[in-house]
């Protein structure tokens, strides 16, 4: 899906700036297992290739000559493991660039050595085409911007009622609905997180988001449901059984 | 009546109890002054007790078990003190905290009193250990054990858990297991049954098993849950003599005002009501509703349910037994043993769905021997009616539900295999032949064992879940024993089966309280300083949708919000006077039992036969065997004429099948003798079985007697294939393999998953450090779910959790049965206009979520598609 003339929206949540073949992603939260691990939880642990395929397939999709990471590259700073097999990652990586600018889970990043030697960081932000993509923690530079950090998505259940009424019209109405979505405004484009793990925050409730508009990953598609403050209505309306 | 089989005995209760002359003579007059004559129960008890045999004591509520039970205990214990130094010499078992606390009242009572009896150094100490025990309490346990330890079953397994766990315990001779029909269903049953083998084993064998029901049935296999292979039963055919009224309510007008105005009088009439709801909503709609309507008894009506601080509850618990509340409104909570004092008149608004239930509640009142029990049921609709009418009626003959053990939870056994291991180093063979002698386990197989043992990362035995996930076990050379101390840590932190739904708590500005030692939440702690009480909790999902200024009504009060936490998941209210909205409770309602369910369909079809022979042998039937009076009867007669001028009354010979084609789909509504969990295993094969092989989507209803297909598009009218069109959806060739398919990836399976891998230990509901996550609280049901069915789809927790939904979530051997009876009778297709009077009552019977039968993926495309076809008819808002 196009936004703006020059961005697409793909499935793998990874957004391609067309005019400089950028691939730009947030939230990646590599080492999410690990962390979990640490904390007791008995979990399987899965391989940074493996999590990165869909950002390779992009790559080859689209020809993309540089990657951008808009925050969030680690779990937290003690994902060692997940940052050396990331490292080896970028290594075999046919990109011409790539650029991290660190998050709010990415603290130990810049203390780290051997991230530092190895990843070009911009804590900034990075200007591509006219836009600038900064993790969108605290407060936004000036439009254009894109940015990562809240992981939105939609999230959407139908009202239930203990005694449905016999002929009530909404039945057909979709059941629980959740993804993750772009939100796409003048001069902004929020990410959805990169990472599976990530629940998100549902863009529903979230007053400031009502303006912007929505692109929903479902499967192999980008859906686009409108703006924000439309879809609220519209969800509104199905669930009083308004549609047949 | 049930017969012994060997093993066990029921004891005739002698005449007199010869056990009451041996016991000092102060305390016999103790006894005799206060209650005069042992009652059957207690001549029974006091017969077998002091021989040392194990001992299930079942009597209704009120009959005096617990004295039974505990007067020879601390007797005993008084006799055998030799100096001031106390031993743990005596456990008290129960599933509620409220129960432990009540019953430590009551026990502290009679010590009060025999103080002037005995030295006061003889007398037994007591103490209470549960999950709001503080750490000074607990670390006072381990210095001075009391004589007589209160707690639930979840410390007895962080107590077991511990090293020294055998120096406590050496002296133990007697366990005191109550209320244990509750216990024994349900996975805290298999988790005591356990941790009382342990026991067994730490004590060599010197343990005495005593249990309390109130209600059980087959007595013997609560029996073989509490000892095994031998104890003895003591039963008591007092039964207090059951005064009960059904009542339907007016169906005009607003339901909740009706049952008010049925309400008012009985609570100006009575000192004392009990009003039980099926739901903490209703609860607090009523106790509202109430308040508003007899301002001058605003003070003394109280609400009393499980979502309340445990706090309140109890000053509610006690201000009802001192006789300072006219009336206090339920759901659940005050359903088991707890002590209520005088109740004139115990109120049921909805019939309660099993016996069990209906007589816990109505023996609440008359609590007390040689009292009667004074009930009220109130009723909506027919179908309310009807099954009210066969519930009493089963009540009064004692037709109570069998008790159905759930066998060998596999998670539980994780958590016992690394409780054991975290006290000592064991052996896989010892341990095994210790948890089969556990009732439950009795059963188990070596293969889940080991596979147990694999999971926690033991080298011998299965490898389902080894290469994958971290070990928690270590392997010694004369055995395994617990990885090291921090899993050690971890474990005792995540004991235990009870999962609570994520909850805000609600704290209400107080400025007469200094509670803030209390709130757990240091940021919060900070902000209110000494100025704040907890009022109780409502469920996340509604928490969330509230804003600052908005009102809800939580223990009878309109509260305000003032300022919400979201992090800290705490909302924080004032009091004040206004309109409030209802919360919504996950988690509430239960489907009728399977006995009733039958027996419903039973009287239905025995109705149909008498109305045949004209209405007024209905009435009389419903007279003579119901006892229900003429309005009800009057009711319930036209109920079923309009059944038969719609349609038919379902027969035992066929199964009848409603089918109404409108302008948005069709509608097929089946007529089964099933509750709503065997309906729900049907509803689901015939969902799977149409999209699969008809290339349709349907959604589905469910209901106790029946359930709905809603289908999109038509079907011919009354064309001839159409029943064995529908036939083939219930088809009992692969039933279960297809009810297994249409799980495979429900989000049923999915929530029960990550509630086995809560209980298992696989994800930890209180882990180390902090506790922000982006995986968010369902990532176990979203994410993990898929990777461990990818990893390793054997693995013991997901096969503990397609095994829980097969037999809790729908009743997949009761549908089995049913389909392959379906196969010798026929389907009865009736094309009708409108909803018959039986489809109209049990729709409105069905509580819950229609089935979900899309993953949320091909909702949203499903969304899209709505959404944009609107969008192009230019009708959106």
Not at chain 2, 723 to 730: F, H
Request: aromatic content about 6%; some cysteine; hydrophobic content about 40%.
């Amino acid at each position: 899906m196009h936004v703006f003339h020059d961005w697409l929206l793909t499935p793998q949540r990874v957004a391609v700036h067309l005019p400089t073949r950028t691939a730009v992603v947030a939230d990646l939260h590599l080492g999410y297992a690990e962390a979990r691990r640490r904390r007791g939880d008995a979990v399987p642990r899965e391989s940074v290739t493996q999590l990165l395929e869909p950002l390779r397939r992009v790559e080859r999709q689209y020809m993309t000559r540089q990657l951008v990471i808009a925050g969030d590259l680690l779990e937290d700073n003690d994902c060692c493991e997940a940052l050396a097999e990331f490292l080896e990652w970028l290594h075999q990586s046919e990109m011409d660039r790539i650029t991290v600018v660190p998050g709010n889970h990415d603290r130990g990043l810049e203390a780290s050595p051997l991230a530092r030697s190895c990843l070009p960081l911009c804590p900034q932000g990075i200007d591509v085409g006219e836009w600038r993509i900064v993790h969108g923690e605290g407060s936004l530079p000036e439009a254009p911007v894109v940015h990562g950090h809240f992981h939105p998505c939609l999230r959407w259940s139908p009202k239930r009622r203990a005694n449905r009424p016999r002929f009530s019209r909404g039945r057909f109405a979709p059941d629980t609905i959740d993804g993750p979505c772009y939100l796409s405004g003048p001069g902004r484009l929020i990410l959805p997180a990169f990472s599976k793990e990530a629940a998100g925050v549902n863009i529903l409730p979230v007053r400031r988001w009502r303006a912007l508009h929505c692109h929903v990953v479902v499967g192999n598609h980008v859906l686009d449901l409108g703006a924000v403050s439309a879809l609220r209505r519209k969800l509104n309306v199905l669930n009083h059984g308004l549609y047949g | 009546m049930e017969t012994a089989i060997e093993g066990f005995d029921f004891i005739d209760p002698p005449h007199v109890s010869s056990w009451l002359e041996q016991v000092p003579v102060a305390l016999a007059n103790w006894f005799r002054r206060r209650y005069g004559e042992p009652t059957e129960i207690q001549r029974a008890a006091w017969s077998c007790l002091p021989a040392g045999q194990h001992l299930l004591l079942s009597a209704p509520t009120g009959a005096g078990k617990t004295l039974a039970a505990f007067l020879p205990i601390l007797t005993q214990i008084i006799q055998d003190r030799k100096d001031e130094k106390t031993a743990l010499a005596c456990l008290y078992v129960s599933p509620l905290k409220a129960l432990c606390a009540d019953t430590e009242r009551t026990l502290t009572t009679y010590l009060e009193e025999w103080k002037t009896l005995f030295p006061t150094d003889s007398l037994p100490c007591l103490a209470v250990r549960s999950s709001d025990s503080t750490a000074a309490q607990r670390r006072q346990l381990w210095r001075q054990p009391p004589d007589i330890l209160l707690t639930t079953p979840e410390s007895v397994a962080v107590l077991l858990s511990q090293p020294k766990a055998e120096q406590l315990f050496a002296n133990l001779r007697w366990v005191v297991v109550d209320e244990v029909h509750a216990l024994a269903a349900s996975k805290r049953g298999a988790d005591l049954a356990l941790s009382l083998e342990r026991l067994t084993h730490l004590v060599q064998g010197r343990l005495q098993r005593i249990g309390l029901s109130a209600t059980a049935t087959p007595l013997i296999e609560a029996a073989r849950w509490l000892a095994g292979e031998s104890c003895a039963i003591a039963r008591a055919g007092e039964v207090t003599p059951l005064q009960l009224t059904i009542v339907p309510l007016e169906e005009s007008g607003h339901s909740l005002a009706n049952l008010v105005d049925r309400l008012l009088p009985e609570v100006r009439a009575n000192r004392a009501t009990l009003v039980f709801t099926n739901s903490r909503r209703l609860a607090e709609q009523l106790s509202w509703a109430l308040r508003r309507n007899l301002p001058e008894m605003q003070e003394q009506i109280a609400v009393h349910h499980s979502s309340l601080a445990a706090e309140r509850r109890r000053q509610v618990e006690e201000a009802f037994k001192q006789g300072c509340l006219r009336a206090v409104i339920s759901s659940t909570s005050l359903e088991l043993g707890i002590d209520m004092g005088t109740v004139d008149l115990v109120v049921l608004v909805h019939p309660p769905g099993d016996v069990i239930r209906l007589l816990q509640r109505i023996g609440r009142s008359g609590h007390g021997p040689g009292r009667v029990s004074r009930g009220l049921v109130l009723t909506a609709t027919e179908a309310e009616l009807l099954e009210a009418a066969v519930t009493a009626a089963s009540g009064q003959a004692g037709q109570c539900e069998p008790l159905r053990i759930p066998a060998h939870p596999l998670d539980v056994l994780c958590q016992h295999i690394l409780g054991m291991a975290a006290a000592q180093i064991c052996s896989a063979d010892a341990m095994f032949a210790l948890v089969r002698r556990a009732t439950p386990y009795r059963n188990l197989s070596r293969r889940d064992f080991d596979d147990c043992l694999a999971y926690l990362g033991l080298t011998s035995g299965g490898s389902c879940c080894r290469f994958t996930l971290p070990p928690r076990l270590r392997g010694e050379p004369e055995g395994f024993t617990i990885l090291n101390p921090r899993t050690a840590r971890l474990l005792r932190r995540n004991l235990g089966t009870i999962l609570a739904d994520p909850v805000y708590e609600v704290w209400s500005e107080s400025p007469t309280r200094s509670t803030s030692k209390a709130c757990s939440n240091p940021r919060l702690r900070c902000e209110l300083v000494d100025c704040a009480e907890r009022i109780g909790e409502v469920d996340r999902a509604f928490a969330e949708r509230l804003r600052v200024g908005d009102r809800f009504l939580l223990d009878g009060r309109c509260l305000q919000v003032r300022s919400l936490w979201p992090e800290e998941s705490c909302l924080l209210v004032a009091e004040i006077v206004g309109r409030p909205i209802v919360p919504r409770w996950s988690g509430e309602g239960w489907p009728l039992s399977t006995e009733l369910a039958q027996r419903l369909y039973l009287l239905r079809i025995q109705a149909a036969e008498a109305l045949r022979e004209g209405p007024e042998t209905l009435a009389r039937l419903l007279h003579r065997d119901y006892g229900l009076d003429d309005t009800a009867v009057a009711k319930l007669v036209a109920f079923f004429q309009r059944q038969e001028c719609a349609s038919e009354i379902p027969d035992a010979a066929s199964c009848l099948v409603e089918i109404i084609t409108h302008e948005g789909g069709t509608d097929c509504y089946f007529h089964t003798p099933l509750n709503r969990l065997g309906n729900d295993a049907l509803a689901r094969v015939a969902v799977h079985r149409l999209v699969r092989d008809w290339g349709r989507s349907a959604d589905s209803l469910v209901a106790d007697l029946g359930f709905a297909l809603l289908m999109p598009g038509g079907v011919a009218e009354e064309s001839p294939r159409i029943a064995d069109e529908l036939r083939a959806l219930l088809a009992a060739a692969n039933f279960e393999a297809d009810l297994e398919a249409a799980l495979h990836n429900s989000a049923a399976l999915r929530e029960r998953f990550q509630r086995v891998a809560q209980t298992g230990l696989m994800l930890l509901r209180q882990p180390l450090g902090q506790t922000r996550r982006i995986g968010g609280r369902d990532w176990g049901a979203r994410r993990l779910f898929d990777k461990i069915q990818a990893l390793a789809p054997n693995c013991v927790l997901l096969r503990q959790a397609r095994r829980e939904i097969l037999s809790e979530w729908c009743d997949a051997a009761a549908a089995g049965r049913y389909v392959r009876e379906l196969e010798h009778v026929p389907l009865r297709c009736r094309f009708l206009s409108y909803p018959s009077p039986f489809v109209e009552s049990w729709t409105q019977m069905a509580a819950g979520a229609a089935e979900r039968i899309e993953t949320p993926e091909e909702a949203l495309l499903r969304l899209h598609a709505l959404l944009t076809k609107r969008t192009n008819d230019a009708r959106l808002p």
